[in-house]
């Protein structure tokens, strides 16, 4: 069965640390994983990644896939109190039927402490 | 522009009940998609549409839960015969294209069904 599976489920942090949040996974004909930000209800994009090794990076946030060992972590460096939200890991992908679908993780939630 | 929309953002219903929600999809987006979000858990992919097509309905939890896309446009995902396990928060998103083709998946605010 497909999994994603990300860890840890929760992170309380102060300020100015860094976190990483990592996400593993098992699927079958794997596309794309893709990171998202939840703060209320509606999760909001924030990288997706196809190719092992290539850091994506945003301001204070980088990404990267290792596809060999199936996981991805995000990374966030200098963490404010906004960056307190529910991260949410999915994974893209192919079905025999010729269609797609998204897996998700249950999301690691992080509480930054000013 | 408007973002994604979705009404009711609140229902409360009646085990056994039917319930209808809605999604208004970013005008223009060829892909909308279905979405469940239960107490504490993740986000569980329920059905996408590229137009008014659902290439595949397997994602849907049960036979109970149909969705339909009308115009290109608008969403409804409709709960037959409710029962207190569908109490979720449903959220609807929507892209430009369709998967493989990757565009942001630009979410509406969820409706939180409630089945008492």
């Known amino acids: 069965e497909d999994k994603v599976v990300q860890s840890p489920l929760s992170l309380v942090v102060h300020e100015g640390d860094t976190v990483t949040l990592n996400c593993s996974y098992e699927?079958?004909?794997?596309?794309?994983l893709l990171w998202y930000k939840q703060e209320k209800k509606a999760p909001t994009f924030l990288f997706m990644l196809?190719?092992?090794?290539i850091e994506k990076k945003s301001g204070r946030l980088s990404s990267i896939l290792d596809k060999k060992e199936l996981f991805s972590i995000l990374n966030i460096t200098a963490t404010q109190t906004g960056d307190s939200a529910v991260y949410l890991c999915?994974?893209?992908?192919?079905?025999?039927?010729?269609?797609?679908?998204?897996?998700f993780g249950t999301g690691t939630r992080l509480k930054v402490l000013a | 522009g408007a973002g994604v929309s979705q009404s009711p953002s609140n229902k409360v219903t009646e085990k056994g009940k039917d319930v209808e929600l809605r999604c208004d999809p970013i005008s223009g987006h060829t892909a909308l998609y279905w979405y469940r979000q239960s107490l504490g858990q993740g986000l569980e992919f329920l059905i996408y549409f590229q137009g008014n097509s659902a290439p595949d309905k397997s994602g849907l939890p049960s036979d109970r839960f149909s969705a339909e896309r009308t115009g290109g446009s608008v969403s409804t995902l409709t709960i037959q015969r409710t029962q207190q396990e569908d109490s979720a928060v449903y959220l609807c998103a929507s892209s430009l294209v369709p998967p493989p083709q990757w565009d942001t998946q630009y979410f509406g605010p969820g409706t939180r069904l409630t089945v008492l």
């Open positions: 699927v079958t004909n794997f596309r794309s």
């Open positions: 999915a994974v893209l992908c192919f079905l025999s039927s010729g269609t797609y679908k998204y897996i």
């Open positions: 196809t190719s092992s090794g």
